[in-house]
């Protein structure tokens, strides 16, 4: 009520105190929001305006090393906006310091200090430490995270930390993150239920239970596995009478326990039992308790309070069963009778005892001492006390009846007729016990290697007592370690190093390809070549003498061994070489023939002459000048001089009389010269003949004008003979006809006109002379070429072995001499007599040399004989041979001591050594062992002498001959060793005994008769009637003898083709170079064979009568190289003057096959060019013209005979030589720019007129070209002018204008031409040139005179060194020998060997080949394998349920080790291992322990097999997570009552290694009605499974629509939507679901067998009412049905649109262009002129 009123009162105080309310909260809310405010502007007032400002801290500086350095760094004082002010403004207090100390890093530090790395922190989503990162909605690889780790800087000897800078100095920071990975989770993945099981009951309520497996773990968080099992409960019928609740059942034995002794089981004498058989619990093993042992045993004690519990707990059994029914009663007669059978036994031993020891009394004593030795030879071959202590005893079990609830109940209510059998004989367990380690034995490396690998040294122990009865088993006998010698000052460790012999000569033929190999001559090759060299590994010495190892013989040190012993890589084999290319002579042109001189112008007495001319060497040539050619010939002369005058020019004519015309003399100008065309003295020339003065005349006025003589042409002869006669020219022409008419006078050779001197004929304007008229007899010395240089015997021999010189070392030994021959030769004749030849000229013919230093052959020491192969196998006893080599280190040259033929040495192996083995041998098995009667006298129907018991046997360890060896041996080296104990049984007097089997007979021939085997009766067994009994004994077994037929087939594929052994051709060199040796050719290729005999069974193929293998001949195809032309010649250079290109080419005539060496590239028309540069002297050529031609006057004045004409002149291009003009050439190879004049239209002077000669050149425009310089020519006056006529100008001027002129000259430099070889050369080195060029301003090419005149700087080089790549061929080594096989048996076997490439292939040279290994087939062997039957049933004996055994056979089968076929049983002995194995292990275990469950008890079933290994992986890719197996086991139920009672279900999984990617995907089956099935499948192994595909893509499995579709006609579609039946079609609302379902137009084409098949009709068709059409007639009706299930269009109705619009489309542009008128045709004007071709090409045609 209060409440209620307070509540009611509320409204009221609200509207009365709101006003007020507000006030004070507004109030206190102002209040606040100053607080804050205040508070900021406090700060910001109190925020100091200047602050102290920090650099960086400085380098560490400091006079030593470690902690005692500083560092600096810069302090400022700055405004709070940032800019500088001075310290003071700052507060001094608080400055911060601008030094610190620090540690200063050195070098040295860099061995203490490192970084220490910690392990990386579990992967963290990036979403997690990124706020705005959101984690992606579904899984598809993994999702991405960062791990961290922490990184210091700490000491490296106790791992303390230390400032990181210091780490730094040297190393800079590891990362401290990474990004990582966290997979998807993976969910658990089962396989499918298996089919249920029948039901666990016959009649009534039962259960059947189906299970699946595990196939792969949950990972990554994944979702756990579920149920394995699944159950439901069947009824099978109602069950006749009462269904039975209780089953007998046996539980596991007990442990194994001593018998006690006969005092103690009287003493303490339990009273019988009548519930419970089993005595699991009475008889616990009591420590150190062993009956009948050496008194050295430990004493038994302990067990009393044991004993006294045991007692009561019997006796508590004895009333339970008293109290459950009536007990089995045990009358006292029978146990009387007992004890009396018992002292007929004792008498009966006692009688034996006495007899024996009256026999022993009456043996002589030898005869007793070889019985004690015998028996202690017996007793020392057994061994069994020294190593194991064999202790039988005996074991019980429980048996106890179980009610089908799991409750233990009364064991009457187990109603069964025969009890099982509670006790069994054991061996007591005994571990194994071993002796202490012994001492370390020496470490097997007594020296010191700094770097190499340690020692090893081992220690053993023994086994004292071997493991029995199941006990742990020994350990490891021996251990290992490794160890350094002791001490440091061991000696240094033997030392292995490669050595290799001297390089052999360079080869330049190896590179040379087919094609160059068959064209033949390859003496005088030159250029880039390959050589080679062996290797072999040497100990090596040491060369101090303090190292601890004496330094080894220089023999020893040469010695080669294994290879092995090198550890490092063997030096190369193979290296490129270069053979210097020799440089050819090259001489100049001949000169001019010289004057007749003296041959000796100091001794002129002789008085022969000779006329010499000469030549020079341009380079310098290999191996000097004595190569070369004869640079002097000479020609016998008369009147020889040594000097002679040179006219060097004739002065003016002067007129004689001092007139200024007519005759008159010109003086000439002499020089004294020698022979060689040199000034000299002139008085040396005061017996030569003075050149007279020249006779000249100065035309007057009206006199004849001619011009002057042109210079003698050269010579048109070099000598005269029968034949020929050198001849000179030269012709001079008329400038001006004299005047007047003419009168018949004549003065000489000039006719004297009446006006004037007359122009002389035309035969005196051309004179002849003769020259070069010497004989043409030439002579010249010609030279042989140097001979060896032998010793002279004049100069002391000091020539003695360089042995250990290298190649290559040019010393000298001695100065030796060489002679050649010299003879004088006449040109074209032969040799003459020496006298025709000058002598003074004669080469020598002895000159001196340097003899080089004789080389001995230099041989290793034969290496170690080989060790002679192991004789220990089984086929070893053959003739093995060992052998050892010598290396050659170094050939004989200039005549040493050659190499030993022999280089190799084979013997004999001395007799087969036999190989030490050992084996394990079994002594005889002892008496057996029951259990003891005090135990089983309570179990019904046993009797005391008789039954089931334990022997033991002694195992020892021998050597193969026989001899007594340790058994720790047999341990290491042998197979397991041989059970000590087997269960046995001592037969009762009612049973029966038989010996085993024997052999079956041999068979005389197959499908012939049969073949038996037999056993026999033993013992008393003989004489018992119903061991007679051949029903159940057969003494006799017969089988018919088997049909062996046996047929051969071929298997498998065929081999490579292999060369027969032995055909290979070592290449030159022994160089295995693909393709240069026999490596091609006829070989064969193998198929292997396969025996079957009648049963289908792999058999040995030599029942076949076959080898195994099938072998036919095949064809290895060889290589061909690239084979191209001859080079052409080289063209002609493409400038006549200046620099151009030459070209040369070859042209593809046969591509490479089978590997060939490769074809360079090629153009698009299969050549290769070669393209050089190249210069042209722009005087080769030169223009020659003839004497200009008489007048041919135009406007002739007959009177005067002057006036305007025409002169016409012959110009010819010629070809220039150091002689002059030769040849005619044609006009295109000379300059065009430069050709003379072929005519010139002037005006001829006439009489009085002044007559000038011919202009000059002119003069060169001064540079640079400017134009307002001029250039000119001049001439000058032939014939004075007459009275009041002047002459004209005598020099002419013109403007330089530039490129027309006047030019500028600069060098241009050409590209560098492609690497040039020798012609003898293939690869290597060569020259690249590039030429320089002289071009004029206006582009032209021009002589490079122009530009050396000028002066230029010519800072190029014209010459480069280069080299090509030399076409190495690939190198390969010898095959390897034939492995083994690769399966000890079956059809697979393969044989492999190898080859190795050791030069790889190099430029152009042949390539490696594909094929590097072959392989051939194994001889077929049957796989004969031992291999376990299935295991039986468990069965417990003698139970229903409990703890039992199951059972397996182990059988010899074959098969043909593929895997696919089943393997067959066959014959025991084929499989004849002297200890069988089944899948490689030796532990044959034919029986174990099972578990039989009982009615109604809920169990787990055996581990399934190991899943198949699984990767981690996003579709193929692996994630690098591992792989990882599983197995599970499931639970299986029989009651549904104890479905509460069920164990856990288990699974295991492990990690694994080659593991697999596994694919899962969604599969979905047909709709049935609005659902289909949804599964999901495992594609790598077809596998449907449960789990591994994601649940976010599962397709859907119902299709139910939403509204329902209940529109007639219509139906829920597999899109979720209603649709309409066929027939129909959807009319939908503007909602978008269906509104009605209306019938479709129907378009009916009646068939050939309609009665109505004339009328087409169109109606509406009812898909509901019955067809009455024939049965053809249902395929011919289409519904055209435009709309689909969801009421859209459907496809083909866009594709029907569109295609009714291409064809509108078509059919408007067809009618718009044949309504079009045609226009009128235009002439096309063809351009005949034809285009030039140009062809890209970027590479190999067609190669």
Request: charge should be positive.
């Amino acid at each position: 009520m209060g409440l209620a009123g307070g509540a009611t009162g509320m409204p009221g105080a609200r509207r009365g105190t709101l006003p007020a309310f507000w006030r004070c909260a507004l109030l206190l809310l102002l209040l606040l929001c100053s607080v804050p405010q205040l508070g900021a502007q406090t700060a910001e007032d109190s925020k100091p305006l200047y602050i102290w400002q920090t650099g960086p801290w400085g380098r560490c500086m400091g006079s030593e090393c470690g902690p005692g350095g500083s560092q600096s760094r810069a302090v400022w004082c700055a405004h709070s906006e940032g800019w500088t002010t001075l310290h003071t403004n700052c507060d001094q207090a608080s400055r911060p310091h601008n030094q610190q100390s620090c540690f200063r890093v050195c070098d040295w530090h860099k061995d203490q200090y490192d970084w220490q790395l910690g392990a990386w922190n579990q992967c963290v989503p990036v979403s997690m430490r990124s706020a705005g990162v959101q984690r992606p909605a579904v899984c598809t690889r993994g999702e991405e995270g960062i791990q961290t780790r922490e990184v210091g800087c700490v000491q490296k000897v106790d791992g303390e930390p230390a400032e990181d800078a210091i780490c730094e100095y040297f190393e800079p920071k590891p990362r401290l993150e990474q990004a990582c990975l966290i997979p998807c989770p993976r969910d658990c993945v089962l396989s499918e239920f298996s089919p249920w099981t029948s039901c666990s009951k016959t009649c009534g309520t039962g259960l059947q239970n189906r299970i699946r497996a595990v196939l792969a773990p949950p990972l990554f968080r994944g979702a756990a596995c579920p149920n394995l099992t699944e159950f439901q409960t069947c009824q099978p019928g109602p069950c006749d009478g009462e269904e039975s609740l209780y089953s007998l059942r046996v539980g596991s034995w007990g442990p194994c326990a001593v018998p006690l002794p006969r005092q103690a089981r009287q003493a303490d004498k339990p009273p019988r039992e009548a519930d419970r058989v089993g005595r699991t619990g009475d008889k616990e093993p009591r420590e150190g308790e062993k009956t009948g042992r050496a008194k050295d045993k430990p004493p038994r004690g302990g067990d009393k309070p044991d004993r006294a519990n045991r007692k009561s707990a019997r006796l508590n059994r004895k009333q339970e069963r008293q109290a459950d029914g009536p007990p089995k009663r045990a009358d006292r007669p029978k146990r009387q009778k007992k004890a009396k059978n018992k002292e007929k036994r004792e008498k009966i031993k006692e009688k034996v005892r006495e007899r024996l020891r009256e026999k022993g009394k009456a043996k002589d004593p030898d005869a007793r001492e070889l019985l004690k030795k015998k028996r202690l030879r017996n007793r020392q071959n057994r061994q069994g006390g020294k190593f194991w202590d064999i202790q039988v005893g005996y074991q019980t079990r429980e048996v106890t009846c179980v009610h089908k609830s799991g409750n233990i109940e009364a064991l009457s209510l187990c109603f069964q007729e025969s009890l099982p059998v509670t006790y069994q004989a054991c061996v007591m367990t005994k571990d194994c016990e071993l002796t202490e380690w012994s001492e370390w034995s020496p470490c097997s490396k007594e020296c010191y290697e700094l770097n190499g690998p340690k020692g090893s040294r081992s220690r053993s122990r023994r086994v004292s007592q071997f493991p029995v009865g199941g006990g742990t088993e020994c350990p490891t006998l021996e251990e290992t370690e490794p160890c350094s010698p002791p001490g440091d000052g061991g000696p240094p460790c033997v030392v292995y190093n490669w050595k290799a012999t001297e390089w052999s000569e360079c080869r330049v033929d190896m590179l040379l390809s087919q094609q160059d190999r068959r064209r033949g001559n390859q003496t005088g090759l030159c250029g880039g070549g390959i050589q080679n060299r062996e290797v072999y590994c040497v100990l090596q010495a040491s060369a101090d003498p303090a190292a601890g190892v004496a330094a080894l013989p220089s023999k020893e040190a040469l010695r080669p061994v294994d290879s092995y012993l090198c550890l490092a890589a063997p030096p190369n084999t193979t290296q490129l070489c270069h053979i210097t290319c020799p440089v050819e002579c090259e001489v100049s042109s001949w000169s001019a023939w010289g004057p007749c001189t003296f041959e000796n112008c100091q001794d002129q007495a002789a008085k022969k002459g000779f006329k010499l001319r000469k030549r020079r060497i341009v380079n310098e040539p290999t191996g000097g000048t004595g190569n070369c050619p004869h640079l002097v010939e000479a020609i016998p002369c008369e009147e020889p001089s040594c000097y002679d005058w040179l006219l060097v020019k004739l002065d003016e004519c002067v007129p004689d009389n001092e007139r200024d015309c007519g005759a008159g003399t010109q003086i000439p100008q002499t020089q004294c010269v020698n022979s060689e065309g040199e000034y000299v003295e002139r008085q040396l020339c005061r017996d030569a003949i003075l050149p007279m003065p020249a006779i000249c005349e100065v035309p007057c006025p009206k006199d004849c004008a001619l011009s002057p003589w042109t210079p003698w042409s050269q010579c048109s002869h070099t000598c005269s003979g029968k034949n020929t006669e050198g001849r000179q020219m030269r012709a001079r022409s008329i400038l001006a006809y004299n005047a007047g008419e003419a009168t018949a006078k004549v003065v000489a050779w000039v006719t004297v006109m009446q006006g004037g001197i007359q122009c002389p004929n035309a035969s005196a304007m051309l004179e002849v002379r003769n020259c070069n008229d010497h004989p043409c007899t030439v002579y010249h010395w010609q030279t042989g070429p140097w001979g060896q240089c032998i010793e002279d015997a004049s100069i002391p021999a000091t020539n003695a072995s360089a042995s250990g010189r290298a190649r290559g070392d040019d010393a000298s030994c001695s100065v030796g001499m060489q002679t050649r021959k010299v003879i004088c030769v006449r040109v074209n004749v032969g040799q003459v007599p020496p006298k025709k030849c000058p002598e003074s000229l004669r080469p020598d013919t002895v000159r001196p040399c340097l003899l080089p230093c004789k080389r001995d052959c230099i041989v290793t020491p034969y290496s170690d004989w080989s060790p002679c192969p192991s004789t220990c196998k089984a086929g070893g006893n053959t003739k093995r041979k060992q052998s050892r080599k010598r290396i050659i280190i170094q050939f004989p040259a200039n005549g040493g001591q050659d190499c030993p033929d022999v280089l190799s040495q084979e013997r004999e192996c001395e007799g087969p050594s036999v190989c030490q083995g050992y084996r394990w041998k079994t002594h005889k098995w002892r008496r057996c062992h029951l259990v003891p009667w005090s135990v089983r006298q309570d179990s019904p129907g046993a009797q005391e002498t008789c039954g089931p018991g334990l022997q033991a046997r002694a195992v020892s360890c021998r050597k193969q001959d026989g001899g007594q060896a340790e058994m720790g041996a047999c341990l290491r080296l042998t197979s397991t060793m041989p059970p000590l104990t087997q269960p046995c049984q001592i037969p009762c007097q009612e049973d029966c005994q038989l010996t085993p089997w024997s052999k079956f007979s041999s068979c005389t021939a197959d499908c012939v008769g049969v073949r038996t085997r037999k056993r026999m009766l033993i013992g008393k067994s003989k004489k018992r009637d119903q061991c007679k009994n051949n029903q159940l004994y057969p003494l006799t077994e017969t089988q018919y003898c088997p049909c062996n037929k046996y047929n051969a087939q071929p298997v498998g594929n065929w081999s490579d083709c292999v060369l027969p052994e032995g055909g290979r051709v070592e290449g030159q060199l022994g160089m295995k170079v693909h393709g240069d040796i026999k490596e091609c050719g006829q070989g064969y290729r193998y198929q292997a064979m396969v025996c079957y005999d009648q049963d289908d069974r792999l058999v040995e193929t030599s029942r076949c009568n076959s080898h195994g293998y099938i072998e036919e001949a095949c064809i290895i195809a060889c290589p061909s190289d690239c084979k191209l032309s001859e080079w052409s010649n080289w063209s002609r250079c493409s400038k006549s003057c200046g620099s151009g290109v030459k070209v040369r080419s070859k042209w593809l005539r046969e591509k490479p096959y089978n590997g060939g060496r490769p074809c360079p590239k090629l153009d698009h028309v299969n050549q290769v060019y070669e393209v050089v540069p190249c210069l042209s002297d722009c005087g080769q050529y030169v223009w020659v013209a003839e004497p200009w031609s008489v007048w041919k006057v135009s406007n002739v004045d007959l009177k005067e005979n002057c006036g305007e004409g025409v002169q016409t002149r012959k110009v010819r291009c010629m070809q220039n030589t150091i002689d002059g003009p030769s040849d005619q050439v044609e006009d295109y190879l000379c300059d065009p720019e430069e050709m003379p004049l072929g005519a010139r239209d002037s005006r001829l002077p006439c009489p009085h007129d002044c007559v000038l000669s011919d202009w000059g050149a002119w003069s060169r425009c001064p540079l640079p070209c400017d134009g307002n310089r001029t250039r000119e020519r001049s001439a000058y006056p032939l014939r004075r002018s007459g009275e009041g006529k002047e002459c004209p100008a005598a020099m002419e001027t013109e403007p330089c204008r530039h490129n027309s002129n006047c030019f500028h000259y600069s060098y241009n430099i050409t590209d560098w031409s492609t690497c040039q070889l020798s012609e003898r050369a293939v690869c290597g080195s060569g020259i690249k040139t590039r030429m320089l060029d002289c071009v004029r301003s206006d582009g032209k090419s021009v002589d490079l005179k122009f530009c050396k005149e000028l002066g230029l700087d010519r800072k190029w080089q014209m010459n480069a060194s280069c080299v090509v790549e030399c076409p190495v061929n690939c190198q390969l080594s010898d095959w390897s020998p034939w492995s083994d096989c690769t399966h000890t048996c079956g059809l697979a076997g393969k044989l492999w060997r190898r080859r190795t490439v050791t030069q790889a292939p190099q430029g152009d040279g042949r390539p490696c080949p594909s094929q590097m290994e072959q392989w051939k087939p194994c001889p077929v062997k049957p796989c004969y394998r031992w291999r376990y039957s299935a295991w039986s049933e468990c069965r417990s004996e003698g139970a229903r349920c409990g703890e039992g055994l199951r059972f397996r056979n182990v059988s010899c089968f074959v098969s043909d080790g593929s895997g696919r076929g089943a393997a067959s049983p066959v014959d025991d002995e084929l499989c004849g291992e002297p200890e069988p194995s089944v899948d490689g292990d030796t532990q044959i275990t034919l029986q174990e322990a099972c578990t039989v469950p009982c009615p109604g008890e809920c169990y787990l079933t055996d581990w399934t097999l190991w899943s198949p290994c699984q990767l981690s992986c996003v579709g193929r890719d692996d994630l690098g997570f591992g792989s990882v197996q599983v197995r599970s086991r499931a639970v299986v139920a029989q009651e549904p009552e104890n479905l509460l009672q069920c164990p856990e279900q288990e699974w295991e999984a492990r990690p694994c290694t080659e593991g697999q990617c596994f694919e899962y995907k969604w599969m979905t089956g047909p709709w049935r009605s609005s659902s289909r099935l949804v599964w999901c499948h495992r594609s790598t192994d077809g596998l449907n499974v449960t789990g591994g595909c994601p649940t976010t893509s599962k397709p859907m499995a119902d299709r139910s629509c939403d509204p329902p579709c209940h529109k007639p006609r219509s139906f829920c579609t597999e899109a979720g939507v209603c649709g309409c039946e066929e027939g129909y079609t959807e009319v939908m609302r503007s909602d978008g679901l269906l509104d009605q379902c209306t019938v479709i137009p129907v378009l009916e084409i009646p068939t050939a067998g309609d009665n109505k098949a004339d009328v087409k009709t169109i109606r509406a068709f009812n898909p509901t009412q019955p067809a009455a059409n024939a049965p053809g007639r249902a395929g011919r009706t289409w519904f055209l049905q435009p709309f689909g299930p969801d009421g859209k269009l459907k496809t083909w109705v866009y594709g029907v649109a569109a295609g009714a619009l291409v064809l509108l489309v078509f059919i408007i542009s067809m009618t718009y262009l044949a309504c079009k008128k045609p226009k009128k045709p235009q002439r096309r004007q063809m351009n005949n002129r034809l285009k030039p071709l140009t062809l890209a090409y970027d590479g190999d045609a067609d190669m």
